[in-house]
């Protein structure tokens, strides 16, 4: 079982707050994990002063192994833990494996510094999927029922003029607890005992101290921000009356939490007598003023004192999008890896969280390995652009969660089993395109007792395919004849186009009809209907012999268009084949029958209106052809084009990314920037890109956040009616009004979530931020529209709940992702 703690530790942490096993409060911290970051083996174990806590070298505990680095002399701290640091300038992510106990519930806490260790004085941005101390809680602590707590605050009584931070060993799970802010606050405290064996268990430093307004007759507020209008928070009250009350004095209070608006009220509140008890709100609410969370004390009529309190804690949720990783999959995973002797750091650590284990691309070879059906929740399978031979096997067909398999692209051979081919008429979509011995009509199933007469019969038919072949020779030698309408007659387009990749000139002709369909027109040429066989339809892009500067670029793209041919994605349009021959140039993409995004949404009349969920639904597929460019390819690449328009719909309306012409490849590591032309699209283009000619891949992030205002407003990216022409600096000025109707298309009717539109409008915005650090990376905007579109089903479904409980009385983790060190 120790060979699985790395990937079961997201496991334990989704799964801890369902248990009942109670961990309780430990003298030694004999089950605590501490680690430092970086730290020279030589220099490991050490004990921290202050806390007695001893910490070790992390260099046994990750994969990836990562490097070490120092802060600079000015960021150096008292505490030994902050002057090194661990990096990983390798891989999308990189895990650390720890031993953990299965079923305990965990406070998760992690500690940055940046301290300029690198010299650029650019702090990083990242996603943080797992910290690194651990310390065990009691189960009945912090209960939620969705997600993860990440901490905004915790404060006690103590003045921060006189007080410290109290922590381990004061508090045997080690939070930590901050003075409060001694301005308008009086500080009474005890020596008296507190009981404090309630489940929270706060140390007696924190409880024996309160604090209560020097105004009596003013409310005790309490106050902590968000970093989003749709968090939702919880806050956990620690009371005990510390204080003699004499004769007939009363200390009475209601606790009225601001909500979004509502008021949520715990009335004629009395602390019980040196006695700890905690209250906190359930279920979380949104705060009221957008990002600000308010909570109050007020004194009641009868009430001689002033509110009092003694502790508090503001959490924020962090939803799991994800659920947590069954132990049977981690071991499926585990086998996958072996079986095809996978060694990639993006594959450390659990295998469900975060989605980037691409198999795709992989250099696969063998057949479809059997392991993979152990992996029963499994509902995307893209094993496309490998070396896979074989058959294809049934057991897919019994996979039940399986939505999608993509297997194109590979040496498969043999029929679909017609068990998939059910699952596929109920909804499976399957991908085999580029298996050219993949039998797709089913004839090669035939009774085995067909091979006597075909067998008898091989001399004639050899002899009928000699004649074929010297028809078609002679044929080909003979001019093309001119039609009554001055086109010429063109032979029968032959399967044979299937498998190419490079095509002749007079082979372009033909597949094309002699180019006579007219699908649309680009800055580079024209863009024909063609055809690789009666079912193969393709779209051939001819470059305009006129385009002079277009012809430089076009012909740039050549020196790698085997690289990519080699690039397949379900929402990325396949580039099938290309022509280079003398002067003509022309590149063949897979057809699709419902043109582009920007047409769609061009369309006005009400019946014709591109629904909101269809909005969501293509931009999450197009966001992920674009993330699957920048993570997953190798050498991962850049589009430099990304519009309404090179977003194409196929004849299901599933979206792709199209026209990868433009696209560039950019390296990893200390080189994430290509110089370059300037190409693409006025509106669309990063504003640093135009001024430096650098190039990464927050530039097509910017892009893609422009598209988004397009899907939300229906408006024209550049207004020239408009007092803000560019549509982001339009909607920077909308947003301030708060009125998401004045910005949202109206034809949509309102059938839409106020607060998904909300949502995509501030990840919109944030694309689009001035510095490429503050946009998001590409699979943070993944996730984000996913969340929006599962929302959006559930509310189109009737299956959204109410859940504004009045209840007031009833989180887990330090845990949270989008981590930005700060340089304190």
Known sequence: MENLQGLLLALIIVSFATTAHLIQAQSDPKEFINLDCGLHPAASPYTEPLTGITYTSDSNFTQGGGQSGRVEKFWEEASKAFNVLRYFPEGIRN????????????????????????????????????????????????????????????????????????????????????????????????????????????????ISKAVVNKNVTENLSFYWSVDNRDYHALI??????????????????????????QNITVSSYRPPKLQLETLYNTPPLKCMYSTQCTVELVTTQSSTLPPMINAMEAYIIMPFPDAGTNPEDAVAVQNVKDTYELNRIDWQGDPCVPRQEYLSSSGLNGVIASSIQNLTYLQELDLSNNNLSGGVPEFLANMESLLIINLGWNSLAGPIPKALRDREKKGLKLTTQGNPNLCLSGSCNNNKKVLVPVIASVAS??????????????????????????????????????????????????????????????????????????????????????????YKEFKAEFQKVELLLRVHH?????LVGYCDEGGHLALIYENMENGNLKQHLSVQSAGSTLKWASRLKIAVEAAQGLEYLHVACEPPMVHRDVKSKNILLDDRFDAKLADFGLSRSFSVGAETQVATVVAGTSGYLD???????????????????????EIITNRSV?????????????????????????????????????????????????????????????????????????????RTRGEIQDDDSKNFLQLTVDFGTQVTPAAR
């Open 718 to 794: 550049i207004e020239r009616t408009r007092e803000k022409t560019h549509i982001a600096e339009w909607l920077k000025v909308l947003i301030s009004s708060g009125d998401i109707e004045k910005i949202v298309d109206p034809n949509l009717g309102r059938d839409y979530d106020s607060n998904i539109a909300w949502k995509i409008l501030e990840l919109a915005i944030s694309c689009v931020s001035h510095s490429s650090s503050d946009r998001p990376n590409k699979s943070k905007v993944v996730n984000v529209l996913k969340e929006c579109l599962v929302s959006e089903n559930l």
């Open 461 to 550: 038919v050899l002899v009928l395919i000699a004649l074929l072949v010297l028809f078609y020779i002679f044929r080909k030698k003979r001019p093309l004849s001119e039609g009554t309408a001055g086109t010429r007659e063109l032979p029968r387009k032959s399967s044979i186009f299937s498998k190419k990749k490079r095509f002749t000139y007079s082979e372009v002709v033909e597949l094309t009809d002699n180019f006579k369909r007219v699908l649309g027109e680009g800055g580079f040429g024209v863009v024909y209907h063609g055809s690789l066989s009666d079912t193969e339809p393709v779209a051939v892009k001819v470059l305009s012999e006129s385009s002079v500067e277009g």
């Open 570 to 574: 379900l929402n990325l349009v396949s």
């Open 95 to 206: 895990c650390y494996n720890l031993k953990v106990t299965s079923g305990t519930k965990y406070l998760i806490k992690a500690q940055f510094l940046y301290g300029n260790y690198d010299g650029l004085n650019d702090g990083p941005e990242f996603d943080l999927y797992l910290a690194l101390e651990l310390r065990p809680l009691r189960d009945d602590t912090y209960i939620t029922t969705n997600g993860s707590l990440k901490l905004i605050k915790r404060e006690y009584a103590g003045d921060d003029s006189l007080g410290q931070s109290v922590r381990y060993p004061k508090d045997a799970y080690d939070r930590e607890w901050n003075p409060r802010s001694n301005s308008g606050f009086n500080f009474i405290n005890t020596s008296l005992s507190v009981n404090s064996s309630a489940p929270y268990e706060l140390p007696r430093d924190v």
């Open 687 to 709: 504003p640093a890109y135009y001024q430096r000619n650098r190039l990464n891949e927050k530039s097509d992030v910017y892009s893609f956040g422009i598209i988004l205002m």
């Open 236 to 261: 956990y009250l620690h009371f005990a009356e510390i204080q003699t009350l004499q004769g007939n004095d009363t200390r009475e209070f209601d606790i009225v939490w601001k909500g979004n608006d």
